[in-house]
C-alpha cells in the first residue's frame, strides 16, 4: 500500500536528504555489555512510512519503550512509501546503518522476506505477539513455509468519501451496484468539476474494478505465477475501470494516486468543489472537512464533521453487496542485521500490547491482531472499514511484485488503459511483460 | 596570449638540465589516491558486478555467481534501449546546445551593460545555480501544474482557454519541453559565467583596432570575440554535454509528478528503475559500462580536438 501526498512527499524527501547525512552515528556501541539478561542500553530506529501512523501514536512508542528500556531510546524515522523498497534494500544489508524494525508495504513484504533481510520471529514470540490471533492473510506474506519473518503493522481498505450534499442536490442516492455508481459519478461530472476524482494511473483504486468482477491480476500454478490480465473476467473489470474513468474523472491519465481530499474539500479560493467522490483509505477522513484550529491554534480539517455534506460508503459489488477492494496494510519486521535483537523485540512486545492495538483501532487503522476489529467498528467509519477490509484482497504475494512495482508496470498499463486504449490488447502485452517479471526474472 | 609568452620563457631557461625534484609527484599522490578510492573503486565494482548474476538475494549475502558477457547480450536485446539511447543523446545535444547559445547571449550582454546591471544580471545568476535541484524541480513541477500552475493560469488569461487543465507532464513531448526548461534553467549560469569570465581576457585594443577598421557588432562577435573564447567555449560544450547525457534527477522528480515513465525514461532513469526499482543489479550495471563507453565515444573526438588545440 503505496500512496503520495504531494507536499508530505516533497517535504519527506527534503527531510531524508537531510537525515542520510546523519545517519552513520546511529550505531554507537556503548561499553555497557549485557548483564542478567538485560540487553545493552542502545539507540534503535524504526522506519513507519508516510505519515499512516499517527504522532500520538509515535509518542506513545517513544514513552513506552524508554520505559520499559531504561537507558535506551527509540528514534522513529518516517519514510517515503515512493522510496521505501529502495531505501530498504541499500539500508538493511550494511549492519552499520540498518535501522532496526521497519513497516514495510504488505505487498512488498514477500520480497524482502525471502532474500533474507529480515530476522526470524521465533515461535514463542509470535505465540506471545498475539500467535493466530494476528491477521492470517498478512502474516502469510512474510513467512517461508512455518517460520515467520514480519508481521502485520495495521490493514486498511479503501472506501468512497462524498460530498453529500452536491449528491443531494443531484436528486442520486448512495449506490448498491458498481454500475449504479458509474451511473451516478458519471452524471455528477460537469466541466470543472469530476464526479469521481480519479487518477489514470492510479491502479491501487483501479483493481477493484477488476476484483469486482472476478478477475486476478495473476494466479499460482505449480511454482510459476501467470499474469491474468487476458482472463475475460480481468478484461471485463479493466474495461468497466476505463469507462468510469472517461465519464466521470476530469484527471489526467498520468496522474497518480494522489491526495484526493483536496478534490473534495471547499476550494480555498471559494467555489464549488473540484470532485463529488473520491476513494481514499480510511485515514484520508483527517483531510477532509472543514477547516478548524486544533488545541495547538494550527489549522486542521475537522474529519468530516458537518454530516451533511460530507459522507461515506463502501463501493458497491457487481450485484450489490460489497466491492472487494485492494487490502492494503503493512507488515512490521526486524532486519536480520540488527545490533540490538533484544531491543527491537521489545519493542514489538508493546506495538502487539494491547495498548497500543487499541490505539491503532481507535485511530482507524485495522488492528494486526484481529481482536480489536470490535473497537474499530464503534463508529461509521469503523463499520466501513471493517466492512470493506472483510470484503478485500491482496495483490499476488509473488517474488517478484515488489520489482513490478518499483518498475512502474501497472501504473503505465491503466494509464494507456485511461487514455482509451484496446484493453485486450493491452491486456496481452501486459502479460507477456509481466509474468517472467512474477516470478523474479528481471526484464 | 598566456600560452605563447609562457611558451617562450621556459624555452629560454630550460636550456640548463635540472635534476627531477619529487616534489609534483609527491602533490600529485592525493588527488591520485582520492581518485582511484571515489572512482576506481566504484568502476571497479560496477564492472564486477555486470559479469555476475547479482541481484535481491544476492544483496542479502547470497554468494553471486558468475555470468560472463550475459547481462550485456539481455541488455543489447532489450527493445527498452534503443529508444532510451536515442531519446538520451537527442535530449543531451538539444540541451547542450541550447545552454551554451543561452550562455553565450547573456555573457556578451553582460560584457554590454553598466556596471550595476551586470552586477544584479551576476547575481540572479548566481542564485538561480545555487538553488538546490530538488527545490527547483519542485518549482517548476508546480509551475506548471495542470491544475494550480500558474503557467496554465497565464495561458488562459492570455487567451488560450485549452490551456485550462492542460496536464504538460502528460505527454512526452510536453514533459521533455519542461524537462529543458529545468534543465538548461539550472546550467546556463554556470555557462554564462564561464564565458564571461573569458570575455573579459579580450583585451580592449584588439577590439578597437577592429571597430577603427569598421568591423560591426556582429562582425566582431563573430570574427573577433568567438575564435578568441573558443577554447572556453569546447570545454563548456563537452562539460555541458556529459552532464546531460547523465541528467537524472530532474526527470525521476518529474515524473513523480505523474508522467508516461517509460516514454520519458533517460538513460539514467533506466539504469535507477533496473538496478533500484527492479533488484536487478548486474543489468544495471551493464548498462551503467555502457553508458560509459558512450560517453567515451560522443566526447572522444572532441577531446582529441582540443588536445590538439593545446598542443598546437
Given amino acids: 500500500m503505496?500512496?503520495?501526498?504531494?507536499?508530505?512527499?516533497?517535504?519527506?524527501?527534503?527531510?531524508?536528504?537531510?537525515?542520510?547525512?546523519?545517519?552513520?552515528?546511529?550505531?554507537?556501541?556503548?561499553?555497557?555489555?549485557?548483564?542478567?539478561?538485560?540487553?545493552?542500553?542502545?539507540?534503535?530506529?524504526?522506519?513507519?512510512?508516510?505519515?499512516?501512523?499517527?504522532?500520538?501514536?509515535?509518542?506513545?512508542?517513544?514513552a513506552e519503550f524508554a520505559e520499559e528500556n531504561p537507558g535506551s531510546t527509540l528514534t522513529i524515522e518516517e519514510q517515503d512509501w515512493e522510496d521505501v523498497v529502495t531505501k530498504l534494500t541499500t539500508a538493511l544489508p550494511d549492519a552499520q546503518n540498518t535501522p532496526d524494525v521497519v513497516e514495510i508495504g504488505n505487498t512488498q513484504a514477500a520480497t524482502f522476506t525471502y532474500a533474507g533481510a529480515f530476522r526470524e520471529i521465533s515461535p514463542e514470540l509470535y505465540a506471545e505477539l498475539g500467535g493466530e490471533k494476528l491477521l492470517p492473510s498478512f502474516v502469510e506474506a512474510g513467512s517461508i513455509d512455518d517460520a515467520k519473518y514480519a508481521l502485520p503493522y495495521y490493514y486498511g481498505s479503501r472506501y468512497m468519501f462524498f460530498r453529500k450534499d452536491l449528491w443531494t442536490k443531484a436528486g442520486l442516492e448512495v449506490p448498491t451496484t458498481l454500475q449504479e455508481f458509474g451511473d451516478a459519478v458519471q452524471e455528477l461530472r460537469t466541466g470543472?468539476?469530476?464526479?469521481?476524482?480519479?487518477?489514470?494511473?492510479?491502479?491501487?483504486?483501479?483493481?477493484?474494478?477488476?476484483?469486482?468482477?472476478?478477475?486476478?491480476?495473476?494466479?499460482?500454478?505449480?511454482?510459476?505465477?501467470?499474469s491474468t490480465l487476458s482472463d475475460p473476467s480481468t478484461v471485463k473489470g479493466l474495461e468497466q475501470w476505463q469507462d468510469v474513468f472517461a465519464q466521470a474523472s476530469n484527471l489526467p491519465p498520468t496522474q497518480t494516486d494522489e491526495a484526493y481530499w483536496e478534490f473534495l474539500n471547499d476550494p480555498e479560493k471559494g467555489g464549488e468543489p473540484e470532485g463529488a467522490t473520491i476513494m481514499a483509505p480510511g485515514w484520508a477522513r483527517w483531510s477532509l472537512g472543514d477547516l478548524t484550529k486544533n488545541d495547538e491554534g494550527d489549522e486542521v480539517r475537522d474529519g468530516m464533521a458537518d454530516t451533511k455534506k460530507f459522507d461515506i460508503f463502501a463501493l458497491p459489488g457487481v450485484d450489490g453487496g460489497v466491492a472487494p477492494v485492494f487490502a492494503g496494510g503493512s507488515n512490521l519486521a526486524v532486519s536480520a542485521k540488527s545490533q540490538h535483537p533484544e531491543l527491537a523485540e521489545s519493542l514489538l512486545r508493546i506495538i502487539y500490547s494491547d495498548d497500543y492495538q487499541t490505539m491503532l483501532a481507535e485511530n482507524g487503522l485495522g488492528p494486526a491482531n484481529t481482536d480489536f476489529n470490535e473497537v474499530m467498528a464503534a463508529d461509521k467509519f469503523g463499520e466501513v472499514a471493517v466492512e470493506t477490509a472483510e470484503a478485500s484482497k491482496l495483490t499476488p504475494a509473488a517474488p517478484g511484485w515488489a520489482a513490478v512495482e518499483g518498475a512502474k508496470v501497472y501504473e503505465e498499463l491503466f494509464q494507456k488503459i485511461a487514455e482509451g486504449g484496446d484493453v485486450t490488447a493491452l491486456a496481452a502485452q501486459y502479460d507477456e511483460k509481466l509474468t517472467p517479471m512474477l516470478n523474479g526474472q528481471a526484464g | 596570449m598566456a600560452s605563447t609568452t609562457s611558451t617562450t620563457s621556459t624555452s629560454g631557461i630550460a636550456i640548463r638540465r635540472r635534476r627531477r625534484p619529487a616534489t609534483p609527484y609527491l602533490l600529485l599522490l592525493p588527488a591520485v589516491a582520492v581518485l582511484l578510492v571515489g572512482l576506481g573503486y566504484p568502476v571497479y565494482w560496477q564492472v564486477v558486478t555486470s559479469l555476475q548474476e547479482y541481484g535481491m538475494l544476492q544483496q542479502f549475502g547470497a554468494p553471486p555467481t558468475f555470468a560472463g558477457l550475459d547481462n550485456y547480450a539481455r541488455i543489447l536485446a532489450d527493445d527498452r534501449l534503443v529508444p532510451v539511447?536515442?531519446?538520451?543523446?537527442?535530449?543531451?545535444?538539444?540541451?547542450?546546445?541550447?545552454t551554451v547559445g543561452i550562455g553565450l547571449g547573456l555573457a556578451t550582454l553582460m560584457r554590454a551593460v553598466h556596471g550595476w546591471v551586470r552586477i544584479v544580471m551576476q547575481v540572479v545568476l548566481l542564485l538561480a545555480w545555487a538553488t538546490p535541484l530538488v527545490a527547483a524541480v519542485t518549482v517548476f513541477r508546480w509551475l506548471f501544474d495542470y491544475r494550480t500552475g500558474v503557467v496554465n493560469w497565464l495561458l488562459v488569461q492570455l487567451g488560450f482557454s485549452q490551456a485550462d487543465g492542460f496536464?504538460?507532464?502528460?505527454?512526452?513531448?510536453?514533459?521533455?519541453?519542461?524537462?529543458?526548461?529545468?534543465?538548461?534553467?539550472?546550467?546556463?549560469?554556470?555557462?554564462?559565467?564561464?564565458?564571461?569570465?573569458?570575455?573579459?581576457?579580450?583585451?580592449?585594443?584588439?577590439?578597437?583596432?577592429?571597430?577603427?577598421?569598421?568591423?560591426?557588432?556582429?562582425?566582431?562577435?563573430?570574427?573577433?570575440?568567438?575564435?578568441?573564447?573558443?577554447?572556453?567555449?569546447?570545454?563548456?560544450?563537452?562539460?555541458?554535454?556529459?552532464?546531460?547525457?547523465?541528467?537524472?534527477?530532474?526527470?525521476?522528480?518529474?515524473?513523480?509528478?505523474g508522467a508516461p515513465v517509460s516514454e520519458t525514461n533517460l538513460l539514467g532513469n533506466f539504469i535507477y528503475e533496473l538496478g533500484v526499482g527492479s533488484q536487478d543489479f548486474s543489468g544495471a550495471a551493464a548498462v551503467s559500462i555502457f553508458v560509459l563507453l558512450l560517453t567515451v565515444a560522443l566526447s572522444a573526438p572532441y577531446v582529441r580536438s582540443l588536445m590538439k588545440e593545446d598542443a598546437a
Fill in chain 1, 2 to 62: 503505496k500512496r503520495t501526498r504531494l507536499t508530505a512527499g516533497v517535504a519527506t524527501s527534503m527531510t531524508l536528504a537531510l537525515a542520510l547525512t546523519a545517519c552513520g552515528s546511529g550505531t554507537d556501541s556503548g561499553d555497557g555489555g549485557s548483564e542478567g539478561g538485560t540487553p545493552e542500553a542502545a539507540d534503535i530506529t524504526l522506519w513507519l512510512n508516510g505519515s499512516d501512523t499517527p504522532d500520538e501514536l509515535r509518542d506513545f512508542l517513544v
Fill in chain 1, 192 to 226: 470543472e468539476r469530476s464526479g469521481f476524482a480519479l487518477g489514470g494511473q492510479d491502479w491501487r483504486n483501479g483493481i477493484s474494478w477488476v476484483f469486482a468482477n472476478d478477475g486476478e491480476l495473476a494466479v499460482k500454478e505449480g511454482d510459476e505465477w501467470t
Fill in chain 2, 85 to 98: 539511447v536515442a531519446r538520451s543523446i537527442a535530449f543531451c545535444l538539444v540541451n547542450a546546445f541550447l
Fill in chain 2, 167 to 257: 496536464a504538460w507532464l502528460a505527454q512526452p513531448a510536453t514533459f521533455f519541453l519542461v524537462a529543458t526548461f529545468v534543465v538548461v534553467w539550472m546550467s546556463v549560469p554556470f555557462v554564462a559565467m564561464s564565458i564571461y569570465a573569458g570575455l573579459t581576457q579580450v583585451s580592449d585594443e584588439v577590439l578597437e583596432a577592429a571597430r577603427l577598421d569598421g568591423a560591426n557588432g556582429t562582425q566582431i562577435l563573430v570574427r573577433i570575440l568567438l575564435p578568441l573564447v573558443r577554447p572556453v567555449l569546447a570545454i563548456v560544450l563537452l562539460l555541458q554535454i556529459i552532464w546531460d547525457l547523465r541528467v537524472f534527477a530532474q526527470i525521476r522528480l518529474l515524473q513523480d509528478g
